[in-house]
């Protein structure tokens, strides 16, 4: 088999056969005969009680060995433990048999596995395919599987974690059961691999919430109260009645009038949103009828209901701002289309896809309508006057004294989304892009000197011409500022155009001060886009499913800096849990629900630290009863009590020395919609989060406009593709000094006014770098005693590992590949090269003023480098690399990824810290002595002496 070497069925530990062998041999092979029958679709010895049935190749240089292990079991009397002993290449344990699958049978590949203190660049493959070969994650889950079955996880002492993926066949086929180790060096115990049809979860009903207050009470109580106020003040603090408030919120469920208020109240949670479509969605009712005309009935009643619940409640209104039934038919212009002219259609808030005659779209049934461009002028007129009438008339009700905001929820998803793999080519898109263009270029001079090209007229200007490449490579790796860069910047401007008139429309009709919201987008989070919009006050994201389970870091941080602009973040969380009904198995590994109260505690408490610990907001969304348990009421309001005590100013500030900074504009310089790049942050995230070491989250244009910005220690820049030169210039006269380090990711600078250049990007970095457009991939291999290296794990690039998953090698259809940077300079000290040439993909080089650190490979900040580089740049460090930490000066959370004893240290003047649940710590030396269990969180209440 090319670039592998078997290496057996297993190593036994301290066996005969091995001492036999002697020890110039490193793993015994064993060629023993499958046990496994052949109709029956298990693998033999899926439980190792013998050293049959398995066989271990060494691929692509790893080393390793696969021993049976008799100390530590699930079930039985042995697992197998795969140790992995150095960075390259994989483990690849594989059935000695095929096992049998039938045509029409889903079948689920699932195994146990154990792991004490395995690192973030480590993955824990099953695949299902040939003996031999390269091995391909198989959609049938879509991306559920890859993204929640693919990390390795490590759990306490005794514990196991399920792994699990599908498999489906048109034909009768033989496949081999694939276990493959990648990554760092680990130690992983296998146990109990099974293959089989799927299993379902059972359905639970649902039961119906509570309503304490009949009509009299409720009217009663919400007319004796004062007019509720809501607004973000000067310090980015939110302000209800004009006195400071923990900005959370519960989240009512949008479909069906179930929404707990009540018990959501009594926990503390004192605002809540209600729901009222405008057009309607999901087949339901809307207050919006026609052309002018409501049913504003139908909104009061929905208000009125949910104050029943709970008439105290400062009320959010959540406005789906949809069309109604006609508004397509009568604007057909005005509507999003596909290349081939066809309308896009939805059915609830998602584009479902694109048709001529929405009688003949899949379930015509549930009422589909047709989905209005973003970019329409006439779509944002009617959609602000449906605001204004509904709350106008909600204004004149007797409930209008309990509300305190408006959510504005439309477009894709609920959450304004663009689809940038899918162009919207409606007149009124087309129409709205030249305006745009005219506005930001004025002169079609100016607009060809940007692009770097003859053009047109502005009112014939066309759309970007669609790639022609493979897969998701069908643009280039990189695209210059031109037509591709400006069409996707002025579908993310029309879609905060239309939430911030919007949020106008809301905040006139009410006539009073109330908190306006919305979603961010998800996938590029636009900040720069909502911090210009001055009507719309806060937005919310959420973490990433498959990453919120108990052990994991969430790889999640809301952007700082946006109180100063009197703006406030909110976190969305969804959290699944025991009590909604089960599906899928892998969907509900992927969706993270916590499936005990304890483990549903651990993941709730780490992602609240995420916001608690950085001065924004969180909301619970409830969309099918996730927390309807004692234990899920119980614990919220145990974190709003807290989270109201800590968030009160205390006697001292803290504050970082580093900063990690971003554009606003990256996503639109990567050519791929899906790339590498982009898709690794999520585990970049993961690795600052569990560095040890404390950061701000800033926009660069801040750092470079804010002087009280520019005082870090070390700054990391990540996500930058794209410079000016201003921007340039301003960072290079307000940063490259004072003795700080500047750590530069990927390919920060890469795009210049003048097009792409790796001129423009040495000058940034200081040292010079090369490159190859073309799309590759490569093992970036740490190494060398250069102090930034030491203890640094040697496989390095979460675009790789991300790439990884979804193919052992080359090309796939899930997400592009990237582009090969490398340092060329020597002056520049190397501290990393691509394994595949020998070229240099990390360095450091020191400059005047400043220490230069540039890597190469995509997202490859090392949670060990960072803290490394941190002590380096004098940086205050919180402790070693592990948990997942979040702190300030009133509170710390710790979220253990692996089983350890861990000394943190506090911030300056902290003289006392109190765990949560256990008590008052000892603090020696400005530190604490904590134990750690992989997948438990601890918070700390901090204090700066009496108080």
Not at 187 to 193: A, H, Q, T, V
Not at 335 to 355: H, S
Not at 447 to 462: M, T
Not at 694 to 706: E, G
């Amino acid at each position: 088999m090319p670039n592998s070497r078997r290496a057996g069925a297993l190593t036994l530990t301290l066996s005969r056969w091995e001492r036999a062998l002697g020890a110039a041999i490193a793993v015994l092979v064993l060629l023993l005969p499958a046990l496994a029958l052949a109709d029956e679709p298990q693998p033999a010895n899926g439980s190792f009680e013998s050293p049959a049935g398995w066989d271990l190749a060494l691929e692509s240089g790893a080393t390793g060995t696969a021993v049976r292990d008799t100390a530590l079991a699930r079930t039985g009397a042995a697992s197998l433990r795969l140790d992995k002993t150095n960075g390259l290449g994989r483990l690849r344990l594989v059935s000695s048999a095929p096992v049998k699958a039938q045509p029409g049978v889903k079948y689920v590949f699932r195994g146990w596995f154990h792991s004490d203190d395995a690192l973030l660049n480590t993955l824990l493959l099953f695949r299902l395919g040939p003996r031999e070969g390269n091995l391909f994650y198989d959609s049938i889950d879509a991306s559920a599987g890859y993204s929640s079955q693919s990390l390795v996880v490590n759990s306490a002492r005794g514990q196991w974690i399920k792994r699990v993926v599908s498999f489906r066949t048109t034909e009768p086929r033989d496949v081999w059961l694939n276990v493959m180790v990648w990554g760092n060096p680990c130690r992983i115990w296998l146990d109990d691999i099974e293959f089989g049809p799927e299993a379902h979860g059972q359905y639970k009903p649902l039961t119906p919430f509570a309503t304490p207050f009949d009509e009299a009470a409720a009217r009663q109580i919400v007319q004796a109260r004062p007019d509720a106020t809501a607004a973000v003040d000067d310090a980015g603090r939110l302000r209800l009645d004009g006195k400071p408030a923990t900005p959370v919120i519960y989240k009512g469920e949008v479909y069906r009038l179930e929404s707990d208020l009540a018990r959501f109240g009594e926990a503390g949670v004192a605002m809540a949103t209600v729901a009222i479509p405008l057009g309607g969605v999901n087949g339901g009712p809307g207050a919006w009828q026609g052309a002018g005309t409501y049913d504003f009935a139908f909104a009061e009643q929905r208000l009125a209901s949910a104050l029943h619940r709970n008439p105290r409640a400062y009320v959010i209104l959540d406005l789906l701002v949809y069309p109604y039934a006609a508004w397509g038919d009568e604007h057909p212009d005005d509507c999003w289309r596909n290349a081939e002219g066809q309308r896009a259609y939805g059915l609830w808030g998602n584009v479902e896809g694109y048709a001529d005659d929405l009688t003949k779209v899949p379930h015509p049934e549930r009422k589909p309508w047709w989905c209005p461009s973003y970019g329409s002028e006439v779509w944002q007129r009617d959609a602000r006057a449906a605001v204004t009438a509904v709350v106008g008339h909600l204004r004149t009700t007797p409930w209008w004294h309990a509300v305190a905001g408006c959510f504005l929820t439309g477009g894709h998803d609920g959450q304004f989304q663009v689809l940038i793999d899918v162009d919207d080519h409606s007149p009124a898109c087309l129409s709205g892009f030249r305006e745009w263009l005219r506005e930001r270029y004025a002169t079609p001079e100016k607009l060809a000197a940007a692009w770097g090209r003859p053009v047109a007229p502005f009112e014939a200007v066309g759309l970007p011409d669609k790639g022609q490449g493979v897969a998701q490579e069908y643009y280039p790796a990189h695209v210059p500022v031109g037509p591709l860069s400006d069409y996707r910047l002025y579908r993310e401007v029309s879609t905060w155009r239309l939430r911030d008139r919007l949020a106008q429309a809301a905040k006139e009709a009410a006539g009073k001060p109330i908190l306006t919201l919305c979603y961010n987008s998800p996938r590029d989070k636009h900040d720069g886009l909502f911090t210009a919009s001055p009507h719309m006050d806060a937005t919310g994201t959420m973490s990433y499913y498959p990453y919120r389970p108990a052990g994991y870091a969430a790889g999640l941080r809301l952007r700082d800096g946006l109180a100063a602009r009197r703006k406030l973040g909110f976190q969305e969380l969804d959290l699944r849990s025991w009590t909604e009904p089960q599906g899928d198995e892998v969907y509900q590994m992927w969706i993270g629900a916590g499936e005990t109260p304890e483990t549903w505690r651990a993941i709730h408490r780490k992602l609240v630290a995420a916001s608690l610990a950085h001065g924004q907001g969180w909301w619970y969304y409830d969309m099918n009863h996730y927390f309807d348990a004692p234990e899920t009421m119980q614990e919220i309001a145990t974190v709003t009590r807290f989270a109201e005590e800590v968030s009160r100013p205390g006697r001292i500030r803290f504050r970082p020395d580093v900063a990690v900074v971003t554009t606003d504009d990256g996503p639109l310089f990567q050519g791929p919609y899906f790339s590498s790049v982009s898709g690794g942050r999520d585990f970049q995230n993961m690795q600052l989060e569990t560095s040890g070491v404390p950061y701000d989250t800033l926009m660069l244009d801040d750092v470079l406009t804010r002087p009280e910005l520019q005082g870090y220690r070390l700054y990391v820049f990540t996500e930058m593709p794209h410079l000016t030169a201003a921007q340039r210039s301003a960072l290079a006269r307000l940063l490259k000094n004072r003795e700080r380090t500047l750590v530069w990711l990927y390919d920060p600078g890469y795009v210049a006014d003048s097009g792409l250049s790796s001129e423009a990007l040495s000058e940034l970095v200081g040292m010079t770098v090369r490159t190859d457009p073309a799309f590759t991939r490569g093992n970036c291999m740490v190494e060398g005693d250069h102090p930034f290296a030491r203890g640094v794990p040697p496989c390095q690039s979460a675009g790789e590992m991300l790439l990884s998953m979804m193919a052992l090698d080359g090309l796939n259809s899930f997400t592009a590949r990237y582009q090969r940077f490398w340092v060329d300079d020597p002056a520049a000290t190397p501290l990393a090269h691509w394994h595949e040439d020998g070229r240099v993909a990390m360095a450091v080089r020191k400059l005047p003023g400043f220490t230069s650190v540039y890597l190469a490979a995509p997202m490859a900040l090392d949670a060990r480098m960072l803290n490394n580089v941190a002590r380096s740049a004098g940086a205050f460090v919180a402790g070693e690399p592990g948990p997942a930490i979040h702190l300030n000066e009133r509170f710390a959370s710790l979220h253990a990824t692996r089983n350890q004893g861990y000394q943190l240290r506090l911030p300056k003047g902290v003289t006392r810290a109190t765990d949560v649940d256990a008590g008052p710590l000892a603090v020696d030396g400005g530190t604490v002595a904590l134990g750690l269990a992989a997948g438990t969180t601890r918070w700390l209440r901090l204090d700066a002496g009496a108080e």
